[in-house]
């Protein structure tokens, strides 16, 4: 057992600012040792997500008190017993959702969410259904099988993937999350080819990163989509060819073959659709509360030809695409750094929660 500092979410819902109401306490917390098949990490850095976000909202219910944190990246310090692939000493990616590799979903490659880790996430445990959390003798569940706003973590080997030591630890983070989610469904689903057009809809850290992922490729004509026109400038700064508010792309008639959605609002996912050209695909992303709906024209779909497709994770298999996605990194050609709004004390991870809900930051970093 050891005790580690983690920023604990002890209920749902609070009031904003955040910086005021302070539903987030950095505590001091018990850390079992890693299980089998687990892996103990001191976390290096962890990036700011809607998805931690969305469990203070209560916009996905979790159990409380929850360490959050779910895009992390460390140097694993101890490995459990039946632990093979990973040793001590090596940089690690968190990804936040373990890959059984057994059951049916992860037999689609990527293309359905691993059951018994859905499961796991759902009921804040580790992959096997254990807890390594505590504190004063009471239950701290963990976030996405990942905790990762902590000193340490113990994660289940599923929920980790060794990288390079050339790897930088807040590039290592942004690969977990916001770069295996936008890049993913880049990469996986909307698949361009050298002539298409990739628009983006939704421009935080998710949504940047797809537009990186799509600027990596031959050949592609970028469109980025956000309501706010700092997105839209910092999009074009990380070299979209385009940029519109929702309303500007739909008065203009924008259409494009491959458009990601990765707003999690169902307004923008309306605006993907719109955007999205006979023939093309809408690809969604973003996690909406789970009561949002849309409208939508059956006709549409069948006399244009289109697809409406979710994909969670970016559909990525991390084992498979996170070297993907380092390749690409040190050719240069996706310099995922660029995301990074700025670095952030665990202390100020309230303050930082009001940043994210405001829109006002692509992607915060915490670094311990
Ligand atoms: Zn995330
Ligand atoms: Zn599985």
Redesign the pocket.
């Known amino acids: 057992m050891i005790t580690i500092r983690g920023a604990v979410l002890e209920r749902i819902g609070a009031s904003r600012p955040y910086s005021a109401s302070r539903p987030l306490a950095v505590t001091e917390v018990e850390l079992a040792p890693p299980g089998a098949g687990e892996l103990l990490v001191r976390v290096e850095a962890a990036?700011v997500?809607?998805?931690?976000l969305s469990v203070v909202d209560g916009n996905r219910v979790r159990p409380v008190p929850m360490l959050l944190g779910?895009?992390a990246a460390g140097i694993v310090e101890a490995v459990g017993a039946d632990v093979t692939g990973v040793r001590p000493g090596q940089r690690v990616v968190l990804t936040?959702l373990p890959r059984c590799g057994n059951c049916p979903a992860c037999a689609t490659d990527g293309m359905a969410p691993c059951q018994p880790g859905s499961a796991a996430n759902g009921a804040g445990t580790l992959l096997d259904g254990g807890i390594r959390l505590h504190r004063a003798g009471q239950t701290v569940y963990h976030h996405l099988g990942v905790s990762g706003f902590a000193t340490h973590a113990v994660v289940s080997a599923a929920s980790a993937v060794p990288v390079p030591d050339d790897v930088p630890p807040t590039v290592a983070a942004l690969l977990g999350?916001?770069v295996l989610?936008g890049g993913g469904a880049v990469l996986n689903v909307g698949r361009p080819a050298p002539g298409d057009t990739v628009a983006v809809v939704g421009l935080g850290?998710?949504g940047m990163a797809a537009v990186l992922t799509a600027l990596a490729h031959d050949e592609v004509r970028v469109i980025a989509i956000d309501r706010l026109a700092d997105k839209l400038s910092a999009a074009t700064a990380l070299g979209a060819h385009a940029t519109y508010t929702p309303q500007q792309a739909v008065d203009e008639g924008v259409r494009a073959p491959v458009v990601i959605e990765a707003a999690g609002h169902p307004a923008a996912l309306q605006t993907a659709i719109d955007v999205t050209a006979p023939g093309g695909r809408t690809i969604t992303v973003g996690l909406p509360p789970p009561d949002a709906r849309i409208s939508l024209s059956p006709l549409a779909l069948v006399a244009e030809g289109r697809s409406l497709i979710g994909s969670y994770l970016g559909s990525a298999v991390p084992a498979r695409d996170i070297p993907r996605f380092v390749e690409l990194w040190r050719s240069g050609r996706l310099p995922v750094e660029r995301l990074v709004s700025s670095t952030v004390p665990l202390e100020q991870i309230n303050e930082a929660m009001d940043q994210l809900a405001d829109g006002t930051a692509v992607r915060q970093i915490i670094t311990f």
């Not at 997500?49 to 931690?52: Q, R």
Request: with cysteine; net charge negative; hydrophobic share 25%.
């Open positions: 990036g997500c809607h998805s931690d779910h895009e936040f999350c916001a989610t850290g998710v």
